[in-house]
Nanobody
């Protein structure tokens, strides 16, 4: 069993910052890609940012410059630093990981999500 547990969400005023964390635990051989997606009310889930095992990153174009994804490989943890938040960033943020299991199969895993609410 693999679990992804997010933390760091909450209520923040427009212009403020938040830092999300997500720790993976369980029967993990190694982690390929980790990152974040989000889903706003009434919208589809969308990519925020992901980071590969080698440190390469991919961001949603609209978020470049405000959001920064990073990871601690030793801790199986990924972070999302969010700055200059706007009400349009209000969403449930989901942690994602592509993990090599102990049986040498890759699988995608998702956290339960953490709510970020940005007030105007």
């Amino acid at each position: 069993q693999v679990q992804l547990v997010e933390s760091g969400g909450g209520l923040v005023q427009a212009g403020g910052s938040l830092r999300l964390s997500c720790a993976a635990s369980g029967r993990i051989f190694s982690i390929n890609t980790m990152g974040w997606y989000r889903q706003a009310p009434g919208k589809q889930r969308e990519l925020v940012a992901v980071i590969g095992s080698g440190g390469g990153t991919n961001y949603a174009n609209s978020l470049k410059g405000r959001f920064t994804v990073s990871r601690d490989i030793a801790k199986n943890t990924v972070y999302l630093q969010m700055n200059s938040l706007t009400p349009e960033d209000t969403a449930v943020y989901y942690c994602y990981a592509n993990i090599l299991n102990s049986d040498f199969s890759y699988m995608d895993y998702w956290g339960k999500g953490t709510l970020v609410t940005v007030s105007s």
